[in-house]
């Protein structure tokens, strides 16, 4: 019996059967070459056509430099067309992409390209440029986006005929995720995987077809970008519109301007639009959906002003993004919904048996299938199996199923701290800071954001005269990617710790009201 919360509508059943995503775009080209595939708000759109012309030259590039499927390459890009193009020319390619975080510096920049094995980096000048100062990786090894430069009209210049291949539970993607060992693990992602995601995100969440223009400020080197974003439409017809970063003063412009139906969001992104004040533009749009996760501001007055339904998904980077989620206006109240046909969710207990319906306990996916979840983490056995223990995906997260199966998300269980979208590991903060000259130690921990979600508070330890709070600022800027910065910081003479030297997170939380607020302090 079919579960109509998260059974795909009828339209999902148009899909290609494809068992790569490279098979995708070929598909897509022979269907509509002409219709719109790709819109920069601001700038260029691209047809499907354009877009497979686009990707057999970078995929001639690649080949010409003698890549060949299984190989690595980087990506270090802001969202672009010809980042979609060179994603697609990868994974088509049967090598594996590696988009990376273009807020990574110093040490996490440096360890995921030595980790990685990338055979080349694609990357924007600026984050070239960082890559290369940092000694990383050789200028050899390096192509630049830049238009009108030299790199990639004699990289990617010449015409190729599109390939497809790689197949099933071949690697597609690693994406680096933050983890509470302070260093990024690699989560690798098959095209199997990711496919299973994108046709939950397209037929589930999204409802799209051909019809269908899908708008997203989310970074693709984050999954969910690539999973609700790229691959959903890829899969569906969709038209996507991608901007360079989220603006609230020109959402809505650009919401109007392309038609949109649906858009993508994380963290505080609604509560900052929730925030505006009321406009009578404010329901004259043609956007239905708002489709992500974050802090539930006001979501039913939301609803109502905007004239459209949020669709919230549960999941992270080693799900390909949302694997719990439902169809629009079939969830539930606070809950995140149901778990989508590829997977099953339960929530256990501290002996790791099933909680009793509606008592909370640590959220764990099953996959139905071998490539239903990431295939592990890269050259990190142990780390993969800490996570898969007894088949099960240990999400370190809290939460209760109700006697229906919905899933009610409730808190983080691990040392991430969750702000305006982003992961962030408390230890590679911590680690940040002590790394700064003066600093002997540090706890990091997240405290309420008036926009939802958390916001860093840093408490230090000086090691003799404390140097001044702008200065320590500065130095932390220079060590840790923006949205990882703490916003408060405080000294104290000592850290909370138990006996065994574990430190007591909880008992930072209060100092939050006597810290230094470096935004008002700007």
């Not at 795909?8 to 080209?29: M, N, S, V, W």
Request: glycine share 10%; with cysteine; hydrophobic share 45%.
């Amino acid at each position: 019996m079919t579960d109509p919360v998260i059974q795909p509508f009828e339209g999902a059943r148009h899909y290609p059967g494809a068992q790569a995503l490279g098979e995708l775009l070929p598909e897509r080209t022979l269907r509509a070459p002409d219709a719109l595939a790709l819109q920069m708000a601001d700038g260029e759109a691209w047809s499907w056509a354009r877009l497979a012309a686009e990707t057999g030259a970078i995929q001639a590039g690649l080949a010409g430099r003698g890549l060949v499927a299984g190989d690595h390459v980087a990506l270090m890009c802001d969202n672009s067309l010809r980042m979609v193009a060179t994603l697609c020319a990868i994974v088509g390619a049967g090598m594996v992409a590696i988009p990376i975080n273009t807020a990574l510096v110093d040490r996490g920049l440096a360890f995921v390209l030595g980790h990685c094995d990338t055979q080349l980096l694609i990357a924007d000048p600026p984050y070239l440029e960082r890559c290369l100062a940092l000694g990383a990786i050789e200028a050899g090894r390096c192509i630049s986006t830049e238009e009108g430069g030299l790199d990639w009209p004699t990289a990617f210049g010449q015409a190729g005929e599109l390939v497809a291949r790689g197949c099933g539970l071949d690697p597609a993607l690693i994406i680096y995720t933050s983890g509470t060992t302070g260093d990024a693990k690699g989560a690798a992602i098959s095209h199997a995987t990711a496919l299973a995601g994108a046709a939950g995100a397209a037929g589930v969440m999204l409802e799209a077809d051909a019809q269908s223009v899908i708008y997203t400020s989310l970074p693709l080197f984050h999954c969910a970008a690539q999973q609700m974003g790229l691959w959903a439409a890829l899969l569906s017809g969709a038209q996507l519109v991608l901007a360079a970063r989220f603006s609230a003063t020109s959402f809505w412009e650009h919401v109007r301007r392309y038609r949109v139906t649906a858009f993508l969001f994380v963290g505080p992104m609604t509560s900052i639009l929730w925030k505006a004040p009321p406009s009578p533009q404010d329901r004259r749009h043609t956007v239905r959906l708002a489709v992500g996760g974050g802090p539930r501001l006001a979501w039913s007055e939301f609803e109502e002003r905007f004239n459209l339904k949020f669709v919230e998904c549960y999941g992270m980077t080693e799900t390909f993004g949302g694997c719990v989620t439902h169809r629009p206006g079939r969830g539930r109240e606070g809950s995140v919904g149901k778990a989508l046909a590829h997977v099953e969710v339960d929530v256990l207990d501290e002996q790791g048996l099933r909680a009793a319906v509606g008592t909370a306990g640590q959220i764990v996916l099953r996959p139905r299938s071998s490539d239903a979840l990431f295939s592990g983490y890269y050259k990190r056995p142990d780390l993969t199996a800490a996570a898969m223990k007894q088949g099960c995906f240990q999400t370190g997260d809290l939460g209760v199923l109700d006697a229906d199966g919905y899933l009610f998300y409730q808190s983080r269980a691990r040392d991430i701290i969750r702000r305006r979208g982003e992961n962030i590991s408390a230890l590679a903060v911590e680690a940040a800071a002590v790394g700064c000259p003066g600093i002997a130690d540090c706890g990091v921990v997240g405290v309420p954001s008036e926009l939802g979600e958390e916001d860093l508070l840093a408490v230090l330890v000086a090691d003799g005269t404390a140097p001044p709070m702008q200065v320590l600022v500065e130095q932390l800027r220079q060590r840790l990617p923006a949205f990882a910065v703490p916003r408060y910081l405080c000294f104290a003479d000592s850290l909370p710790k138990t006996v065994t030297g574990r430190l007591q997170r909880h008992l930072l939380r209060p100092l939050a009201t006597m810290a230094f607020d470096r935004e008002k302090s700007r």
